[in-house]
């Protein structure tokens, strides 16, 4: 199986900050990586497709840049409504696994 | 719009069987992979499985072989997930999510609550 490394796995940050979140595949997995927010009893929802492509809705403060093994979800500008947990998950093999989460939290 | 609504709540006893059911509308049933995914209390998200609507095929986590059976109703538009010897550790809310090959789940349903309790 592939396993999925995120870090931090929380942070504390403020409104405006820029924050970076990191995963690490535990083998190559090109550009099958995407980015998921959720937010307290709500499922989760997707942000960053292939490594890099917003997905259709998603603010433009989101990006993700990486391949490989190794990626990044950046928010730029953090906004209130951003206070929420990040996952990582690959879908280049079977089981499709998650990072282990990042809570975002407030300063 | 398109949409993925999974059934209610449900608690069980160790040993029984619960079969959660995800209803797609707003597009080609067929057309999209469903998966299922699960996540416990304050934990953080698990992949169980995968079914592809329109062959049937099926894979699942060696975690729940044996355990986990997908099934489909086409003419529904309706995926169901039939998950069985219930242990207190499978207490969690179990999602579907929609899926196009390798590509990301870009639909997710409300979630049910199973809850495993003698």
């Known amino acids: 199986d592939i396993q999925m490394t995120q870090s931090p796995s929380s942070l504390s940050a403020s409104v405006g900050d820029r924050v970076t979140i990191t995963c690490r595949a535990s083998?190559?997995?090109?550009?099958?990586l995407h980015w998921y927010q959720q937010k307290p009893g709500k499922a989760p929802n997707l942000l960053i497709y292939?490594?890099?492509s917003l997905q259709s809705g998603v603010p433009s403060r989101f990006s993700g840049s990486g391949s490989g093994t190794d990626f990044t979800l950046t928010i730029s500008n953090l906004q209130p409504e951003d206070f929420a947990t990040y996952y990582c998950?690959?879908?280049?093999?079977?089981?499709?696994?998650f990072g282990q989460g990042t809570k975002v939290e407030i300063k | 719009q398109v949409q993925l609504v999974q059934s209610g709540a449900e608690v069980k006893k160790p040993g029984a069987s619960v079969k959660v059911s995800c209803k797609a509308s707003g597009y080609t049933f067929t057309s999209y992979d469903i998966n299922w995914v699960r996540q416990a209390t304050g934990r953080g998200l698990e992949w169980m499985a995968w079914m592809n609507p329109s062959s049937g095929s099926t894979a699942c986590s060696q975690k729940f072989q044996g355990r986990v059976t997908m099934t489909r109703s086409a003419s529904n538009s309706t995926a169901y997930m039939d998950l069985s010897s219930l242990q207190s550790e499978d207490t969690a809310v179990y999602y579907c999510?929609?899926?196009?090959?390798?590509?990301?789940?870009?639909?997710w349903g409300q979630g049910t609550m199973v809850i495993v309790s003698s």
């Open positions: 999510a929609r899926s196009k090959g390798p590509g990301a789940f870009d639909i």
């Open positions: 998950q690959q879908n280049y093999s079977t089981p499709r696994t």
């Open positions: 083998q190559t997995i090109s550009n099958y």
């Open positions: 292939a490594a890099s």
